[in-house]
């Protein structure tokens, strides 16, 4: 999970930006965020 850490402040500084510029993003860059972490996160658990 390592690397998640790393890259979880870029992710969020470009999506705040992309908020900024056109709100109506918002549902789609929340959703694939919460899929990109969830499916990271089963899949370094052993679930998978």
């Known amino acids: 999970m390592e690397f998640i850490g790393k ?4 992710v969020a ?6 908020i900024l510029v056109k709100p ?11 899929i990109y972490i ?4 089963i899949a370094h658990s052993g679930m998978i």
């Open 7 to 10: 890259i979880q402040p870029i």
């Open 24 to 34: 109506s993003l918002l549902n789609l860059i929340v959703a694939v965020y919460l």
């Open 38 to 41: 969830g499916l990271y996160g």
């Open 13 to 18: 500084l470009i999506a705040g930006v992309l």
